[in-house]
């Protein structure tokens, strides 16, 4: 079932069907609960004016990029507003492939470039707020933290990557969780298995960017740079265990973020 608010957008059976499809395949908890209510309108309105989903991924960049520009001016309004932004991306990054869905426009390269801007926005936004806090708190630990995060962020988005190159033709980063991920939740069991199932959400794009900004929302810029450390630390030694105990596939894996 679509949301209520698409009505008055007047949905053709073809486009409710799309976005009901949509939501089904929509995992994240942030995601279908508040991303989806704001991006499905918007890519409603854009799949009829013939927009292209990689010129709204171009877009999403700028978006992006802006988050760590405005975090690295070092001031409380700056940071703020840097993670404003950084959740903004986050929902404008379900856009492109809802137009591209909507539209029938998918394609391997299109996944390939919004993966390369999801991790570009991440890594511009962590570098961006590291420094940022660093001119704020003057306090060069922070400095330590920053790098540690972006070495374990570096090595986690490798290690997803390096699987997506050897055992599938696909460009989204959804296929890693479903082939991967997914997989080791029904074949573990215990406390290993539900520590993955859970866990997976913390590390899914539209979670840590909402609870980033409410974080910075409620004063505790600090602490992000710490929670990005812990948690892609912890993130890359899972994926490396089963990276190497997964079986390759060999197989196309469209993902659900699939755009051109």
């Not at 960017?209 to 812990?230: C, D, K």
């Not at 993130?235 to 060999?250: C, G, M």
Request: glycine share 8%; net charge positive; aromatic share 12%.
């Amino acid at each position: 079932m679509i949301y209520k608010h698409l009505k008055w957008l007047s949905p053709t059976q073809a486009e409710v069907a799309k976005c009901s499809e949509i939501l089904t395949k929509t995992t994240g908890i942030v995601a279908r609960h508040l991303n989806k209510r704001i991006s499905l309108p918007i890519s409603l309105l854009l799949s009829r004016r013939g927009v292209r989903p990689n010129t709204i991924t171009y877009f999403n960049m700028l978006v992006g990029i802006l988050s760590g520009v405005l975090a690295s001016l070092g001031s409380t309004a700056g940071i703020l507003w840097g993670a404003i932004f950084f959740q903004l991306a986050s929902v404008l990054d379900g856009v492109d492939g809802e137009v591209a869905k909507l539209n029938g426009t998918a394609s391997q390269f299109g996944q390939w470039l919004d993966t390369i801007s999801d991790c570009m926005t991440y890594f511009v936004f962590l570098i961006g707020l590291t420094w940022g806090l660093y001119r704020h708190l003057g306090d060069p630990s922070v400095l330590i933290i920053g790098t540690l995060s972006l070495a374990s962020s570096v090595l986690f988005l490798c290690l997803m990557l390096i699987y997506l190159k050897k055992n599938s033709r696909s460009g989204s980063l959804v296929t890693f969780e479903k082939d991967v991920v997914n997989g080791a939740v029904k074949e573990e069991s215990g406390f290993f298995s539900h520590f993955i199932h859970y866990g997976r959400y913390l590390v899914k794009k539209d979670a840590f960017t909402f609870i980033f900004m409410m974080l910075a929302l409620l004063g505790y810029s600090e602490s992000i740079p710490y929670l990005a450390a812990v948690g892609t630390s912890v993130a890359s030694l899972l994926t490396l265990y089963l990276s190497l105990k997964k079986k390759p596939a060999f197989e196309l894996a469209e993902g659900t973020d699939a755009k051109s």
